[in-house]
C-alpha cells in the first residue's frame, strides 16, 4: 500500500514562510510525478504545485511567484516552499503521486496550514 505523510504544516503569521515535506513509501518514487493540491473549507481542492519525474515543475498562474516544488529522489520526498504567505492560503495542503505508467494517483492524509495574526 502506497504512503504518503505530510508535515510541516502549522500556524504561521502573514508574510511568513513554511515548508511542507511529503514522504513517499512502498513505491518507485522516481516513477511518480507528485503534486501539492490544496482545500480551504467550503471551497473545492485546487491544485498549487506539479513536478514530474524529471523535476520539471508547473504552476497555476495564480500560485506563481510564491510557491515552489521540489523532489529529492533519494530520499522519496517532495517539498512545497512556501513564502510571503497570506490569510487567503490556509487551507489543508495535500501531497499526490501520480503513477506515470498507469496513472494511478494516490493521496496524503494532509496538513493544515493557517495563516493568521
Known amino acids: 500500500q502506497v504512503q504518503l505523510v505530510e508535515s510541516g504544516g502549522g500556524l504561521v503569521q502573514p508574510g511568513g514562510s513554511l515548508r511542507l515535506s511529503c514522504e513517499a513509501s512502498?513505491?518507485?518514487?522516481?516513477?511518480?510525478?507528485m503534486g501539492w493540491y490544496r482545500q480551504a473549507p467550503g471551497k473545492q481542492r485546487e491544485l498549487v504545485a506539479r513536478?514530474?519525474?524529471?523535476?520539471?515543475?508547473t504552476y497555476p498562474h495564480s500560485m506563481k511567484g510564491r510557491f515552489t516544488i521540489s523532489r529529492d529522489n533519494a530520499k522519496n520526498t517532495t517539498y512545497l516552499q512556501m513564502n510571503s504567505l497570506k490569510p487567503e492560503d490556509t487551507a489543508v495542503y495535500y501531497c499526490?503521486?501520480?503513477?506515470?505508467?498507469?496513472?494511478?494517483?494516490?493521496w496524503g492524509q494532509g496538513t493544515q496550514v493557517t495563516v493568521s495574526s
Open positions: 499526490s503521486a501520480m503513477n506515470i505508467y498507469n496513472l494511478t494517483e494516490y
Open positions: 512502498r513505491i518507485i518514487f522516481s516513477n511518480f510525478a
Open positions: 513536478i514530474t519525474v524529471r523535476g520539471i515543475t
